[in-house]
């Protein structure tokens, strides 16, 4: 069946840095954009960072870019999100799907950016 596992998160110092992972399976990884999606207890997603399916082209929320760097490895069905100079503001707990979050939503990571 369809399923994105995400992991990776954690506590970390304002200033650190951590790498979230999205392992996919159940369905053609590869010919799909992805996204990675935040959101906060009681609150809507956020749209954080998304790539096409081939990883060529990737783009991000201006509140994260040229911190947060989004990539993906179609051989390993995997996708990744490097999060450099994290802020105490990227408190969040980050999901994975397809841009538009057409499949089942998995679990998600907690980010806490805490000193």
């Known amino acids: 069946q369809v399923q994105l596992v995400e992991s990776g998160g954690g506590l970390v110092q304002p200033g650190g840095s951590l790498r979230l992972s999205c392992a996919a399976s159940?369905?053609?990884?590869?010919?799909?954009?992805m996204a990675w999606v935040r959101q906060a207890p009681g609150k809507g997603l956020e749209w954080v960072s998304d790539?096409?399916?081939?990883?060529?082209?990737?783009y991000s929320a201006d509140s994260v870019k040229g911190r947060f760097t989004i990539s993906r490895d179609n051989a390993k069905n995997t996708m990744y999100l490097q999060m450099n100079s994290l802020k105490p503001e990227d408190t969040y707990v980050y999901y994975c799907?397809?841009?538009?979050?057409?499949?089942?939503w998995g679990q998600g990571t907690q980010v806490t950016v805490s000193s």
């Open positions: 799907n397809t841009r538009y979050g057409k499949l089942p």
């Open positions: 159940g369905f053609p990884f590869s010919s799909y954009a």
């Open positions: 790539t096409e399916s081939g990883g060529g082209s990737t």
